[in-house]
């Protein structure tokens, strides 16, 4: 509705606010469910860094003198030069973006909710394919995020490392484990996919 009345936002201002959009409208950063009471939920945020540097444009861009709201601020000499976009985001982009993040999460989702492949309780050599991602901490150090995830097939393994690459994941990676037996990682390892900071996996 802002860009339909005249909003000149950019793309990074947009990206973050679609990040952050199905999590604040459900007031999932108000009210998180506390591991004591046994509940859990998937979040899709921007990362903190990402979201106040869009906060700081999305301030200057609404402002009638940026400079006044910088003073008002604890670290007005932190904010980016304040500019407007040369090419700001459309209402058709936007729609179409939103569209597709949300095509992205619902086959995150479904990966993530589905059973894990049945074990082969032969000693067979075999391919092995696997997905893991890494995130930055609240000291912003980066760590892996859960378990390697081992997929079905590879076209399972891409699907889900590129829909993890449009969650907000500092790296992702997948790979193949040639002749393995069910259940390990150990053995060649061929690089399907890499995307941002994978230690490890170079």
Known sequence: MAVSKGLRASHEVADVILEMDAAHATHAFRYVPRPSEGQT???YTARPANAYAAIQRLLDQCAADP????????FPGEWPPAHLPER???????????????RLRQTEISFQSSEPPEPDWFFTLREAFFVTGFVRDQDDKLVQSADPREMESEE??????RAM??????????????????????????????????????
């Not at 709201?69 to 604890?74: A, D, F």
């Open 41 to 43: 939920i998937m979040l």
């Open 67 to 74: 400079a006044s709201i910088r003073e008002l601020t604890m």
């Open 88 to 102: 700001p985001i459309t209402g058709d982009q936007l729609r179409e973006w939103s569209a597709e993040k949300e």
């Open 156 to 161: 399972q393994a891409l699907d889900l490392a």
């Open 165 to 202: 690459v449009r969650s907000d994941y500092a790296g992702v990676v997948a790979w193949k484990h040639i002749g393995v037996p069910p259940g390990s990682m150990n053995g060649p390892r061929e690089i399907l996919y890499r995307f941002g900071e994978v230690p490890g996996y170079e």
